[in-house]
Nanobody, 114 residues
Framework: QVQLVESGGGWVQPGGSLRLSCVAS????????MGWYRQAPGKQRELVAT???????NYADSVKDRFSISRDNAKNTVYLHMNSLKPEDTAVYYC????????WGQGTQVTASP
């Protein structure tokens, strides 16, 4: 049974920082491209960042230079370090694992507001 469990979301003032974590189980984690996506109310889910099995990272233009994705294969965990958060970053953030099949976490809310 595959599980992706996100944590670390919450409320932060604009300009603040958060770190999201996603722990995977039931998959051979090191083989998977891991990613973070987000969905704001009334909008489609969008890519935030991905990191391949070989640690090649890719970012949406809107978060480049502010967010950083990393992975720890020994802990089956992928992280999203978010700095200089803006109100438009407010969304539910989802962890994604993709190789032959694709899996999603349940999401964690991030709110950046005064």
């Amino acid at each position: 049974q595959v599980q992706l469990v996100e944590s670390g979301g919450g409320w932060v003032q604009p300009g603040g920082s958060l770190r999201l974590s996603c722990v995977a189980s039931g998959i051979t984690f090191r083989l998977y491209t891991m990613g973070w996506y987000r969905q704001a109310p009334g909008k489609q889910r969008e890519l935030v960042a991905t990191i391949t099995h070989s640690n090649s990272a890719n970012y949406a233009d809107s978060v480049k230079d502010r967010f950083s994705i990393s992975r720890d294969n020994a802990k089956n965990t992928v992280y999203l370090h978010m700095n200089s958060l803006k109100p438009e970053d407010t969304a539910v953030y989802y962890c994604n694992a993709r190789w032959v099949l694709e899996y999603w976490g349940q999401g964690t809310q991030v709110t950046a507001s005064p």
